[in-house]
């Protein structure tokens, strides 16, 4: 009997075929180079044949670990009885190059490594029916095809931050399957930050008793590291699916919870607390100190025990120098290695460290802050900053991993780069071709600063989905008229597959939209907007607790917040977008404003202050009108004379991003526009004592009498002035960022 699962097929499954999933073509991503459909269906009634190739040990108990769960029989036979036949080809030489074809018979792969063999199957998976993630022991069929395929970048990746939030070992081997489902290979995985050390290093028990660890701003406690067992298993998982995983060891910079561990590793030797807000921090390793390096080679020793791959990442990002310029070991150690300025010495810090690894058989790769001062020699660089470092590396003929923010970096809001903007990503650029460095590939990036460990899925995916689609695939590809078209269509295929796996997938772009108008019973009228593919909500506006939809206008007054529930292909979400509005009784009224606002923070036009919209605690959300360096005047016509009952404005206030709290709010009312006099007068706030919130204010301005009656009103919002001498940007003109010129009347409903 040659093929024992078709001839089982027929006894058993002929009379009721319907009952037998099909498995399809629509939900490859990534997508294959050539996919050929055609020829007749190969049929398994629940028992497989399986040829096993010679050294495929680990490999094969992934899939017969999968076949297992789904119910399918697995009968290892040899050679061609088999219907799966994995086979190696000597002819092929490309590392991830497969081909696979299904037939009535069965279904064959054939690739010249072990883990073209691995990507082919995870190909053929997807081909087969989503019940069988979870089981199909009834058996399926495939239809007939033959692929071939091989990747066009070589290094396609997700960077892990496992610090600023830490994950358990099961949530980051969960990531590591769905990586290899999307035939990625690599997992950057980011062990040691400001806000937690997560490695153990034995030698070093401090790191795991008080660098893993930090007080949250509400007392709580935050933290956990890895042990080597753990990280052992995590790199055996990712091993046997063909995925490296390269540790990020941060050096010089974010390395304060080292520090706060090992305070005399640090220029001051001042002991400190594992941070737990985020940013930069100044404190770093002291390049001057020997005890540094001796510290960081221990580190390294336990690192290249447990992670066998050939490369470290080495961080080399963000390292303010200020430490150093100020510290005695540090400009010795700069006149004594002859370096000019404190870059150099990241560059000799660097170059040392890397030359210590190289002890190891390691390689570095390194962010691109790294060719400041000059590259070490042999490091790779990862680019973040735009492509700029990119080029330079590829100049310098270093090989270069690419991620930039305006792409890759999946902890971004939707708002800012959504799946399209993913999808767009071109990795290559024809000036980037010619080398003689060379693109590797490229990453997606999963800062955690905002992202417990319950929030990465949904913010790594779908955009993962795209890229893995743009590192394999190639941006030939996905750039072409219709790609993201196609892209989507088997997105859709593929979602149920990530259902079946319990991904907490996210949405593809901002969910809604909300827009405002003058009502016609004179309050404020809102609809807001699905927005995307297959989104609906339905919700409530609390100003007075009716229900909402969305798509459906409905008129407001006074404050409240529309709460809406996103629903997505059917489901609702329990995901709750919230916009906070204020139907005063300016809104739409005619503005001038005295000032061009910022073009990056225009709130939404010129009538931004009279449009109902008020700020949320981003500053970033579209709501905000900001100006740098200049008072803001704005005037309002109220159409006819109006007693005034309040008056408030909302401001931002984020010290760090340069946007201070105004120096004073003046209100004046007019009759006819020419003469003024004053409603209200905030008077000098103490805007520039340091702060550090972040956080929408509200501006209330007391009337200096009631029953105040004008026509026109004008609000003058005074800037700050530069950031003082404590700031960072000391000198530097600060920002206003406003929301609304909320005018309350007597008269409104
Ligand atoms: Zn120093």
């Known amino acids: 009997m040659a093929w024992p699962c078709l001839a089982l097929a027929c006894l058993m499954s002929c009379g009721q075929p319907d009952d037998v999933p099909a498995g399809s073509l629509d939900a490859l991503i990534p997508q294959p180079q050539q996919v050929v459909p055609g020829g ?247 390049a001057g100190n020997e005890e540094t390096f001796r510290f960081l080679e221990e580190v390294v020793d336990e690192v290249a025990e447990v992670f066998p791959g050939p490369r470290v990442h080495i961080g080399g990002d963000e390292a303010p120098k200020v430490r150093w310029a100020a510290c005695p070991k540090c400009q010795r150690r700069m006149k004594e290695e002859g370096l000019a300025n404190e870059e150099e010495l990241q560059r000799w810090f660097i170059g040392r460290m890397g030359r210590y690894l190289a002890t190891k058989g390691k390689t570095i790769i390194g962010w691109d802050e790294i060719l400041e001062g000059g590259l070490p020699e042999g490091a790779a660089v990862q680019s973040w900053r735009g492509m700029g470092g990119a080029a330079e590396a590829v100049h310098l003929g270093a090989d270069v991993v690419v991620s930039p923010t305006s792409h890759c970096y999946l902890d971004y809001p939707l708002r800012s780069t959504d799946l399209e903007e993913a999808y767009s990503f071109n990795p290559l650029p024809d000036s980037l071709t010619h080398g003689p460095g060379r693109i590797l590939g490229g990453e997606g990036n999963m800062w955690t600063e905002h992202a417990p460990q319950e929030l990465v899925e949904s913010k790594v995916y779908p955009r993962l989905t795209a890229l893995a689609e743009v590192y394999w695939s190639g941006p030939k590809r996905t750039t072409k008229e219709g790609g993201y078209a196609d892209f989507l269509s088997r997105l859709d295929a593929f979602y149920p597959r990530l259902d079946a796996m319990d991904v907490a997938y996210g949405l593809e772009a901002p969910p809604f939209a909300v827009a405002t108008q003058s009502g016609d019973r004179g309050g404020l009228q809102v609809v807001v907007q699905a927005l995307g593919r297959g989104v609906e909500g339905r919700g409530e506006w609390t100003g007075d607790g009716r229900t909402i939809s969305s798509d459906a206008p409905f008129e407001v007054y006074g404050r409240g917040d529309v709460e809406m529930e996103v629903g997505r292909r059917g489901t609702w979400t329990g995901r709750v977008e919230s916009f906070p509005l204020d139907g005063h009784g300016a809104v739409y009224a005619p503005i001038e404003l005295g000032y061009d606002p910022s073009p990056w923070y225009t709130g939404g036009g010129d009538q931004a202050l009279v449009d109902g919209r008020l700020g949320t605690g981003d500053f970033r959300d579209g709501a905000w009108q900001a100006k740098q360096g200049a008072d803001m005047m704005a005037t309002v016509d109220l159409g006819g004379v109006r007693t005034i009952s309040a008056l408030e404005t909302g401001a931002y206030l984020y010290q760090d991003a340069w946007i201070f709290m105004p120096e004073s709010v003046l209100w004046e009312g007019s009759l006819d526009s020419t003469s003024w006099f004053v409603l209200a007068d905030t008077g000098p706030s103490a805007v520039l004592k340091r702060n550090d919130r972040q956080e929408r204010r509200v501006l209330q301005a007391p009337l200096l009498e009631p029953g105040l009656q004008a026509r026109f009103v004008r609000m003058t919002v005074s800037n700050a002035g530069p950031c003082p001498d404590w700031h960072a940007a000391a000198g530097s003109d600060s920002w206003v960022f406003l929301d609304e010129m909320v005018i309350r009347l007597e008269s409104e409903p």
């Open 40 to 286: 007749a269906d190969f049929r398994c009634d629940g028992v497989l044949s399986v040829s096993w190739p010679e050294g495929w040990t680990a490999e094969r108990a992934v899939v017969e670990s999968w076949l297992a769960q789904a119910g399918i029989r697995v009968q290892s036979v040899e050679g061609n009885e088999a219907a799966l036949r994995f086979v190696l080809d000597p002819n092929e030489s490309r590392a991830e190059a497969y081909v696979l074809n299904i037939d009535s018979e069965g279904v064959d792969i054939q690739a010249g490594t072990a883990a073209g063999l691995f990507r082919g199957w995870t190909t053929l998976r997807k081909m087969m029916p989503v019940a069988c993630e979870t089981g199909c022991s009834g058996g399926f069929t495939l239809p007939g095809v033959a692929i071939e395929d091989a990747p066009v970048m070589e290094h396609r990746g997700l960077l892990l931050d496992g610090c600023r939030h830490f994950q358990d070992v099961e949530f980051v081997k969960k990531q590591v399957e769905l990586l290899a489902l999307h035939g990625m290979n690599v997992l950057h995985w980011h062990l040691t930050e400001d806000q937690g050390w997560r490695i153990d290093v034995p030698s070093r028990p401090r790191l795991t008793e008080v660098g893993a660890w930090r007080t949250e701003a509400d007392g709580s406690l935050h933290g956990g590291f890895y042990t080597a067992e753990e990280m052992r298993e995590v790199v055996a998982y990712a091993a046997a699916r063909h995925i490296e995983v390269i540790p990020e060891i941060e050096m010089p910079g974010h390395s304060s919870a080292a520090l706060a561990a090992y305070p005399q590793l640090g220029c001051t030797g001042d002991s400190l607390e594992v941070p737990h807000r985020w940013g930069v921090f100044k404190d770093i390793y002291c």
